[in-house]
Every structure is written in structure tokens, then in C-alpha cells.
């Protein structure tokens, strides 16, 4: 698959790019040398991996079910803040694409699931949720 065609290869691409960012300018490590870099990326990854809505999906802010746990959540958004202004002189594609891509502000209707007797919008499931008491 490539960039320009399947939408949740691109943002995993995205999200690696803007942790990168993050961590070489301020732990000055590649991810894969910090461990606090390499475990959030892991973790987004994880997450958009088991995003329910998959290539229908809004950007992560706009969604109305928040897979991160809320500190790992500020954690991306500083992450966020940092690498996005950055990202159009090191990455204009991806960044390109990830205005574009944040313009819909809803899941599209096609891959919304009905939800089953119990369900909530509050996790999107996976493994990094399977030890969470209900």
C-alpha cells in the first residue's frame, strides 16, 4: 500500500514523524534510543491499529471515541504542538495530506458499527485495554 492511497498507513507515518521531531529536538535521541518515545509511539500505533472506524476515520481530535488514557492523550497533544508547525519543511507530503485528512470533522456513516447492548463510546478496545476494569 502506499501513502496516497490507504489513509491509516499514512497517519501511522504521520505520527511516527512528529514523535521523531519531538524526540530528536528534545531528548536529542532517534525513538527507537528512548524509551518514553518509543513507548508512546508504540502506543499510538496500537491504538490507530485498532481504530473501529479505520480508513473512515476523522482525525483523532475530532473523533468522538478517545482511545488514548487521558495522560498519554496531553502527552500527544504536546508532541502535537511541537512537531506541527515543524512539519512542512521536513515532511510536506504527510503534512499535506494531514490538513486534508483533518477536515472531516465525523466519522463517515459507512463504517460506524451499531453498538451492542453495553458498549460506550469511552474505548475503542485492543490489547493495551484488555486488563481495564469496567
Given at each position: 500500500?502506499?501513502?496516497?492511497?490507504?489513509?491509516?498507513?499514512?497517519?501511522?507515518?504521520?505520527?511516527?514523524?512528529?514523535?521523531?521531531?519531538?524526540?530528536?529536538?528534545?531528548?536529542?535521541?532517534?525513538?527507537?534510543?528512548?524509551?518514553?518515545?518509543?513507548?508512546?509511539?508504540?502506543?499510538?500505533?496500537?491504538?490507530?491499529?485498532?481504530?473501529?472506524?479505520?480508513?473512515?476515520?476523522?482525525?483523532?481530535?475530532?473523533?468522538?471515541?478517545?482511545?488514548?488514557?487521558?495522560?498519554?492523550?496531553?502527552?500527544?497533544?504536546?508532541?502535537?504542538?511541537?512537531?506541527?508547525?515543524?512539519?512542512?519543511?521536513?515532511?510536506?507530503?504527510?503534512?499535506?495530506?494531514?490538513?486534508?485528512?483533518?477536515?472531516?470533522?465525523?466519522?463517515?456513516?459507512?463504517?460506524?458499527k451499531p453498538k451492542s447492548?453495553?458498549?460506550?463510546?469511552?474505548?475503542?478496545?485492543?490489547?493495551?485495554?484488555?486488563?481495564?476494569?469496567?
Amino acid at each position: 500500500m502506499s501513502i496516497f492511497t490507504n489513509r491509516m498507513e499514512r497517519e501511522g507515518e504521520t505520527v511516527k514523524a512528529m514523535i521523531g521531531l519531538y524526540c530528536r529536538d528534545h531528548h536529542k535521541l532517534k525513538v527507537a534510543d528512548c524509551g518514553s518515545c518509543s513507548e508512546l509511539q508504540s502506543y499510538a500505533l496500537d491504538r490507530l491499529h485498532h481504530c473501529p472506524f479505520h480508513e473512515g476515520k476523522t482525525s483523532c481530535k475530532n473523533c468522538p471515541i478517545h482511545c488514548y488514557k487521558p495522560d498519554i492523550r496531553e502527552k500527544v497533544r504536546q508532541v502535537m504542538r511541537y512537531s506541527g508547525p515543524r512539519m512542512m519543511l521536513r515532511h510536506p507530503v504527510l503534512t499535506i495530506f494531514h490538513l486534508l485528512d483533518d477536515r472531516r470533522k465525523e466519522p463517515l456513516s459507512d463504517y460506524l458499527k451499531p453498538k451492542s447492548v453495553g458498549e460506550t463510546d469511552e474505548d475503542c478496545g485492543g490489547p493495551m485495554n484488555e486488563g481495564k476494569a469496567s
